[in-house]
């Protein structure tokens, strides 16, 4: 049994999750920043809160994000784990839930995380859970609109996934 639990973010989440960022700079910078608009943050259609299941603290989040049908049936991976919840294997059996979301409700083909290449906690996060490295792209992203960085490219695939029936007119 899992000892955590994904949920989506509720509007009474705003003073923790901001209170778990703030606890979090010296973690996450210079990976990522805190989000500029928490209230949009959390309506994000496909963020997901990692809980732990003894007192339901959010220790994590999970956003799927820029959802692509037709051929593509793929998708991009962001996440981040709070203090002191880091190391503590919370984040791997989070995205081992994330992961049947993903490929079973939501029928992606694939999900990409790009990661900055020094960030090892997360490579090895995403490499131990099945991602594969595909390259490397040089300048990707933005980070907190500040600089922009180079990131690895990995992604996993699913292999049980079946064409969508077609809708119907």
Known sequence: MSSVYLRKPQINDLAEIKEAYEHSV??????T?????FEQYSTQEHRYFVCLEKDHSIIGTFNISNII???FHSAYLGYEVFHPYQGQGYMKEGLKLLLKEAFENLNL????????PENIASIHLVANAGFIKEGFSRQYLRVGGKEWKDHERWAILNKQW???LPLKT
Do not use: T
């Open 26 to 31: 010296q973690l996450h910078q210079p990976w």
């Open 33 to 37: 920043y805190p989000p500029s608009d």
């Open 69 to 71: 049908r037709g051929y």
């Open 109 to 116: 083909h694939r999900l990409e995380a790009n990661i900055q």
């Open 162 to 164: 079946v064409e969508p």
